[in-house]
């Protein structure tokens, strides 16, 4: 089990939008917890990052793989048309990389999802499924070195 | 002078909102004429891209590591208060990479700024200025081996 370090602490509103799934290096993969979209974040889980240049190189080049990897995997899960990939931080400067399928069918097509609506909570049990989708994908994925 | 591989042409869209600052490996770095944003967008300059799982890997690494350096150099020539970096693509499916300057007085602060408004054009001494100094900047800036 790996500890988070002790200077490190989740911004609290990313915590409440969201659950751990798994972490790769340094970095937590987080289901949002949203029944309009399938949608992760990534969080570098060390102190003090903000922009990208905040980044240990590493980390860097592990983070946005990972984004890759895991933006194939739920392209293919959701039957997506799109990934967005996205790095704001206007509301949260906390780094979070957004990974969200999109459909050109959804309900804010095409412009991003980021400040239009709010999350809509799933079920306990769509929660579930996902989690154990993704758990599932992530287990596939070669850790980084 | 590099060439364009004959497989490769810039979306017409992405052409017509943005000029052309200098190419770093397969990546074409371009300036957005819009008055109301420090603006860059990064082209892999290949056939065929729309997901970052399209990229050759040692693309996709030199394409966030110029993403994260042009991102600090912004943040400190535009006087932003935050960076804002993404892969959106609903719109313009070839892969460009969005790197915005954001102030907490501008326009569209907090939300994003893809799908809001419309780019207001800067006079031709405004984008000749922009386009020197972001030179200025990546010739300073190391190649990809």
Same mark, same amino acid.
């Given at each position: 089990?790996?500890?988070?370090?002790?200077?490190?602490?989740?911004?609290?509103?990313?915590? @409440?939008?969201?659950?751990?799934?798994?972490?790769?290096?340094?970095?937590?993969?987080?289901?949002?917890?949203?029944?309009?979209?399938?949608?992760?974040?990534?969080?570098?889980?060390? *102190?003090?990052?903000?922009?990208?240049?905040?980044?240990?190189?590493?980390? @860097?080049?592990?983070?946005?793989?990972?984004? #890759?990897?895991?933006?194939?995997?739920? +392209? @293919?899960? @959701?039957?997506?048309? +799109?990934?967005?990939?996205?790095?704001?931080?206007?509301?949260?400067?906390?780094?979070?990389?957004?990974?969200?399928?999109?459909?050109?069918?959804?309900?804010?097509?095409?412009?991003?999802?980021?400040?239009?609506?709010? *999350?809509?909570?799933?079920?306990?049990? #769509?929660?579930?499924?996902? +989690?154990?989708?993704?758990?599932?994908?992530?287990?596939?994925?070669?850790?980084?070195?």
């Amino acid at each position: 089990m790996m500890q988070d370090r002790p200077d490190f602490e989740i911004d609290h509103r990313l915590a @409440a939008m969201s659950v751990h799934i798994d972490r790769f290096a340094d970095i937590d993969i987080r289901l949002v917890n949203d029944s309009r979209y399938h949608w992760l974040i990534l969080v570098p889980a060390l *102190p003090d990052i903000v922009e990208v240049d905040d980044l240990p190189p590493p980390t @860097a080049g592990a983070l946005f793989k990972l984004a #890759g990897e895991l933006g194939a995997w739920l +392209k @293919a899960y @959701a039957k997506a048309d +799109k990934i967005n990939i996205a790095m704001i931080g206007n509301v949260v400067p906390q780094m979070h990389v957004h990974v969200v399928a999109r459909h050109i069918d959804d309900e804010h097509w095409p412009d991003p999802i980021w400040g239009r609506g709010a *999350p809509v909570p799933l079920p306990d049990d #769509g929660v579930a499924a996902r +989690k154990a989708a993704l758990q599932a994908a992530t287990t596939g994925l070669a850790q980084p070195e």
